[in-house]
């Protein structure tokens, strides 16, 4: 039995296959190739089935192809994973090679490499090609032409074949990948397999750096804003404590790498940083949460350090992930390049607007930028933060402005906010079921994976502890708009 490859593509590219360099092809029929065009269709089907032994991902109906080539890496790191880049620019090459994506093809290596697929199925099965594959002839370059009267599909193309549970269409909640270094190779030797002018990527140098196993990647949850004094460093530290109560090993990562002082917020002043945890890898083994509190790395000690770790970053990221069950990352008010490493590798994040007129324009400003950037905007949930009676915005108001977008409201907690907070006391802050507190509870369970039925540990003022079990009858707070 030969292995199979799978093709992700929008489904106009399914249906017209010259928009992506196969004129008069019939994708359909190719028994060998796997057509999806949903991104969450396809890490679903290619997990689970270990036929597949190569993706090509031109893109699909519901995320960016760089964000869904880099998630099919980190699912299976035996797949080969070939992203179709076109008109590639320097940008998604470098976030390619961080991503471990094993090659970026230009439009005649992917008609290269797709012959030259088709031609192993047929000498493989004896069958005779489906219409007589011929590469590099007639016709634009790259394309793929049938020969004229030689028993090609007539007439019009049946609709594609699908993957059981494919769709259209659909929802992926998707991350991908961050700055890194590119290699690009010409004229490889046919019989390598690999196709020719393909970009490939070097491999990050792996010595001190224990293997992660790839079947456990960590729940990432990013909490940003498009302007500074939203909340961020509150939600964050408290979605830590909610997460690791939860019974979850998380870590509280300090991303605001200039100005973040959750390790303060969190109540531990000594917390490893990130540039420590850079310096030597070693300490990250000693990352661990303490009881009902998270795991907490902080941001670097001296300001001038925070480019040296945005170059490090993916590394680092792609190490802890392999170690918490949930990071929650606080982020910084000035939008950079570690908001996009954070972002494409999110299984979700909250995104927080104030009551501030100024702060929902900086969240659409924000939301330009990542469409700019290629960075999937279907993972965020946006929150009203402090809503109070006689506020000015509310999460219908928010969802409205963002055309529909899912909005929550977290509620205002009020001075007791400021004072425990700042005192570096957040447990005593949950204990006293402060209003912010219970809203964001109840956020944290809807987002949060497996939440349903576990059991909530809080810590009372008094050291003993309380226990809230969730489930289906639980009391939500907050409105959904």
Same mark, same amino acid.
């Given at each position: 039995?030969?292995?199979?490859?799978? #093709?992700?593509?929008?489904?106009?590219?399914?249906?017209? $296959?010259?928009?992506?360099? !196969?004129?008069?092809?019939?994708? *359909?029929?190719?028994?060998?190739?796997?057509?999806?065009?949903?991104?969450?269709?396809?890490?679903?089907?290619?997990?689970?089935?270990?036929?597949?032994?190569?993706?090509?991902?031109?893109?699909?109906?519901?995320?960016?192809?760089?964000? !869904?080539?880099?998630? #099919?890496?980190?699912?299976?790191?035996?797949?080969? /994973?070939? !992203?179709?880049?076109?008109?590639?620019?320097?940008?998604?090459?470098?976030?390619? *090679?961080?991503?471990?994506?094993?090659?970026?093809?230009?439009?005649?290596?992917?008609?290269?490499?797709?012959?030259?697929?088709?031609?192993?199925?047929?000498?493989?099965?004896?069958?005779?090609?489906?219409?007589?594959?011929?590469?590099?002839?007639?016709?634009?370059?790259?394309?793929?032409?049938?020969?004229?009267?030689?028993?090609?599909?007539?007439?019009?193309? $049946?609709?594609?074949?699908?993957?059981?549970?494919?769709?259209?269409?659909?929802?992926?909640?998707?991350?991908?990948?961050?700055?890194?270094?590119?290699?690009?190779?010409?004229?490889?030797?046919?019989?390598?397999?690999?196709?020719?002018? @393909?970009?490939?990527?070097?491999?990050?140098?792996?010595?001190?750096?224990?293997? /992660?196993?790839?079947?456990?990647?960590?729940?990432?949850?990013?909490?940003?804003?498009?302007?500074?004094?939203?909340?961020?460093?509150?939600?964050?530290?408290?979605?830590?404590?909610?997460?690791?109560?939860?019974?979850?090993?998380?870590?509280?990562?300090?991303?605001?790498?200039?100005?973040?002082?959750?390790?303060? !917020?969190?109540?531990?002043?000594?917390?490893?940083?990130?540039?420590?945890?850079?310096?030597? $890898?070693?300490?990250?083994?000693?990352?661990?949460?303490?009881?009902?509190?998270?795991?907490?790395?902080?941001?670097?000690?001296?300001?001038?350090?925070?480019?040296?770790?945005?170059?490090?970053?993916?590394?680092? #990221?792609?190490?802890?992930?392999?170690?918490?069950?949930?990071?929650?990352?606080?982020?910084?008010?000035?939008?950079?390049?570690?908001?996009?490493?954070?972002?494409?590798?999110?299984?979700?994040?909250?995104?927080?607007?104030?009551?501030?007129?100024?702060?929902?324009?900086?969240?659409?400003?924000?939301?330009?930028?990542?469409?700019?950037?290629?960075?999937?905007?279907? $993972?965020?949930?946006?929150?009203?933060?402090?809503?109070?009676?006689?506020?000015?915005?509310?999460?219908?108001?928010?969802?409205?402005?963002?055309?529909?977008?899912?909005?929550?409201?977290?509620?205002?907690?009020?001075?007791?906010?400021?004072?425990?907070?700042?005192?570096?006391?957040?447990?005593?802050?949950?204990?006293?079921?402060?209003?912010?507190?219970?809203?964001?509870?109840?956020?944290?369970?809807?987002?949060?994976?497996?939440?349903?039925?576990?059991?909530?540990?809080? @810590?009372?003022?008094?050291?003993?502890? *309380?226990?809230?079990?969730?489930?289906?009858?639980?009391?939500?707070?907050?409105?959904?708009?």
């Amino acid at each position: 039995m030969t292995s199979s490859v799978a #093709l992700c593509a929008d489904a106009e590219s399914i249906r017209r $296959p010259d928009l992506i360099g !196969l004129a008069g092809e019939n994708l *359909a029929r190719q028994e060998w190739l796997r057509l999806f065009t949903s991104g969450e269709d396809a890490r679903r089907f290619l997990r689970g089935d270990r036929s597949v032994s190569e993706a090509w991902v031109a893109g699909c109906d519901d995320v960016e192809p760089i964000n !869904l080539a880099a998630a #099919l890496k980190r699912d299976r790191a035996d797949l080969r /994973v070939c !992203l179709l880049a076109f008109e590639g620019t320097g940008s998604l090459m470098s976030r390619a *090679a961080a991503a471990g994506i094993d090659a970026s093809l230009t439009r005649q290596a992917f008609v290269d490499r797709y012959a030259q697929m088709k031609r192993k199925h047929v000498d493989a099965t004896g069958e005779g090609p489906r219409g007589g594959f011929v590469a590099g002839s007639e016709g634009a370059p790259g394309d793929v032409r049938w020969p004229p009267s030689d028993g090609g599909f007539q007439g019009r193309t $049946p609709a594609p074949r699908l993957e059981r549970g494919s769709s259209a269409h659909g929802s992926w909640r998707g991350t991908g990948a961050g700055a890194g270094d590119l290699r690009c190779e010409e004229g490889v030797d046919a019989d390598r397999s690999e196709p020719r002018c @393909a970009a490939r990527v070097a491999p990050a140098p792996a010595a001190g750096r224990p293997a /992660v196993a790839a079947s456990r990647r960590a729940f990432v949850l990013p909490v940003v804003s498009g302007s500074g004094g939203a909340g961020k460093s509150t939600v964050s530290t408290l979605s830590a404590l909610f997460a690791q109560g939860l019974g979850y090993r998380t870590l509280l990562l300090d991303f605001d790498l200039r100005f973040g002082d959750v390790h303060e !917020l969190s109540g531990v002043p000594n917390a490893l940083g990130v540039d420590e945890a850079l310096a030597a $890898p070693a300490r990250i083994a000693s990352l661990a949460p303490d009881g009902l509190v998270p795991a907490v790395l902080a941001a670097p000690k001296r300001l001038e350090d925070a480019e040296a770790v945005v170059r490090e970053a993916p590394r680092l #990221l792609d190490e802890l992930q392999g170690r918490f069950d949930v990071i929650v990352a606080n982020t910084g008010a000035s939008w950079a390049e570690e908001h996009a490493l954070l972002l494409e590798r999110c299984s979700k994040a909250l995104f927080l607007v104030d009551q501030r007129p100024s702060s929902l324009r900086a969240c659409r400003h924000a939301l330009e930028l990542c469409a700019r950037c290629g960075i999937a905007t279907g $993972p965020f949930l946006f929150a009203a933060n402090r809503c109070a009676k006689g506020a000015p915005l509310t999460s219908i108001d928010v969802s409205c402005a963002l055309r529909g977008a899912a909005a929550v409201e977290l509620r205002e907690g009020g001075g007791e906010v400021e004072e425990l907070m700042g005192a570096g006391q957040p447990l005593d802050l949950i204990a006293a079921k402060n209003d912010l507190c219970t809203s964001l509870e109840h956020v944290l369970v809807d987002v949060l994976p497996g939440c349903e039925g576990r059991t909530l540990s809080v @810590a009372e003022p008094s050291a003993g502890r *309380a226990e809230r079990r969730f489930g289906r009858n639980r009391r939500r707070g907050g409105r959904r708009g």
